[in-house]
């Protein structure tokens, strides 16, 4: 008799065991399922430059520009900048936003359809060449812009521009990359 209550008084703690594992294994699995849609939905958008892709990057330049704004409020806040450097400011400031044309060319498929292969490769790397000559021409504008504004900063704001746009690139931990 001993022995089957043995059993028995097994059999129910692993019975407890898994009736206390079901939330978690039921969550883990709903958890799992969601994960998977999203990587579905993102893959759709990344494959397809139709109307939901273009409206994603709308809404992504849209949110960037705010917070763009309001990260180089803080700076300038932090700069103390005096009114003569204003105008110095104003012209660094427009030369970090995007150009018009450098985001991704809306590519349509009936577009690409007709063109054979190495037709399509010669495309993209004429459209990869415009806009690398794009970055370069932003760049050079930027980089202008920054000597300028930077020639007009005292010392101690410099040093305080400095971290700030370093901060930007890597964040407030710098780990030594």
């Known amino acids: ?37 999203r990587a579905e939905g993102m893959g759709a958008a990344r494959g397809h430059h139709g109307v939901r892709a273009q409206c994603g990057h709308q809404m992504m330049d849209q949110g960037m520009g705010a917070m763009h ?14 009114p003569e450097q204003d105008p110095a400011w104003n012209q660094w400031l ?13 590519m349509k498929k ?6 054979s292969m190495p037709q ?10 415009e806009h690398s000559q794009r970055m370069a021409q932003a760049l050079a504008r930027h980089t202008e812009a920054t000597k300028t504004f930077y020639a ?14 370093l901060t930007h690139m890597f964040g407030k931990a710098h780990r030594g990359y």
């Open 1 to 37: 008799m001993t022995t089957i209550r043995n059993i028995q008084g097994q059999a129910s703690a692993q019975v407890s065991r898994t009736w206390r594992l079901l939330p978690l294994v039921a969550a883990l699995s709903l958890g799992l399922a969601g994960i998977q849609a």
């Open 69 to 82: 704004s309001v990260r180089w409020a803080a700076v300038k806040k932090q700069l103390h900048l005096t």
């Open 94 to 106: 427009e030369s970090t936003k995007p150009m018009d044309g450098m985001g991704h060319p809306v």
């Open 110 to 115: 009936a577009d690409w359809a007709t063109l």
């Open 120 to 129: 399509r490769l010669d495309k993209m790397r004429t459209l990869h060449e």
């Open 152 to 165: 007009a900063l005292t010392e101690a704001q410099q040093k305080t521009l400095d971290e700030a746009t």
